[in-house]
């Protein structure tokens, strides 16, 4: 298999075997410096006990030429010694004898080297009181020569054996240690790291349950979520879990605006259908009746005032279709942020001229203005803003009852400008409040309808207003509703130095 292919390790073997190969490193450094301190110190020691034993070797020695040179082997030199128990490796030469060697065992008895044994001793040792390690008789020796007083040159050894018989000990035990220890870290570090992965397999599950909800259908509502438990945002899987749940909650959101959306235009459409079926219906039954007076032109005395009655009808009906579909476009276009043409407008100026062109189309209706001396200037469309206060008014007359005061008042505070249209009709009911600007939405039982309309008046003041920056409100409980526009101010000209 390719190395492309190859399937990558996991995250906890990744960082298993980081941890375990890492320690690891560090058990075998330890042990390499332990063991090489420890050597050099058995040395040393063997060293400084093999110098105390030449001392006493090479005095012997000393004493064994005296008496007979000639006679001088290992056996009259160590006969009656106190050697160490572990045994040692004797061999003297240059004392007018023949050289001699022997090795005394733990048993205390002497063991003669041969001549090649011989031989290698005194190879090995090439200066005086400069200890060496050699090989000789199937054991590792320490070796040391000195010179008596005499010029005979002494060579004494000590076994290497317990040296390395404690070396081969604690590299057992380093090694036991080291495995027990390497497994039971394995053994920890799987525990843990499964503990710290727990929450971002929690994230991997709360993922893989949404991804298979069916998000495509109507109504759709994200429930799943990580675990408060799994979500703290005090570790770092924690916070994932964290992120993945605001996620969530923002793609519920956002899943639930879309659906309402849906839901809205549907009803906008259906709205639409309706209001445009009413109008084409009666200019299709008109347009019948006409055709069937012009094809029987005998048949009665009253067919042209018929006919002239049914084609009013006609063009009313188209007219009263006509402004339906150009309230629609108009609404389309300013959700697109177009058909606004900015410049400086007077509120004020715009207020009086709109409650002047109001009056006389409710005379039974008390008209009242309050706007300040001064101009309140904001920048937007003079024609949309009139249209805005046009529509505001007209609401007020037509879902209000004769004797209704309706008053238009302008101020302007904190950088914005506000436009009210107040009047102490019976108010409108709190449900129907939240509806009032939407599309096709129609006055409640409390403001009765005087007069058919599309619906969409306050609809367009709303998209109006918003796309001059400002926002709309409605505060109505019986005898007091208001229409509160705001709009931000104009920036003021700057003067000329």
Known sequence: MSAAKRRPLSLQARLMAAVIGFVSLILVIVAIIT???????????????LRSLSSKTEAWTEQAIQSNPV????????????????????????HGGQPSGAIVGTDGKLRDLTSLQLAAATYAVQELNVPVTTETAGVSWRLIAQQTRSGAIVITGLPRDNIQLTMTHLFTVIALATVGGLILLALTTALTISVGLRPLRSVVATATRVAGQPLDRGEVSITERVPEEEADPGTEFGRVGVALNTLLDHVDTSLAARQRNEERMRRFVADASHELRTPLASIRGYSELSLRALRQPSAAAGTVESTEAALERIQAQSLRMTRLVEDLLLLARLDEGRELVHSPVDLTQLAVEELTDARPTATEHRWELDVPSDPVMVDGD???????????LANARTHTPAGTTVTLSVTAAGGHAELRVHDDGPGIDPQLQTEMFARFARGDASRARQTGGTGLGLAIVKAIVEGHGGTIAVESTPGDTSFVVRLPLSAPAPSDA
């Open 382 to 392: 003079a024609g949309r803003l009139h249209q805005v206060v046009a529509n505001l």
């Open 35 to 49: 063991s090489a301190t420890l050597g050099l110190t058995l040395e040393s020691q063997l060293d400084t006990e």
């Open 71 to 94: 006679a001088v082997t290992p056996g009259t030199v160590l006969d009656q010694r106190s050697v160490p128990s572990t045994g040692i490796l004797y061999t003297v030469a240059g």
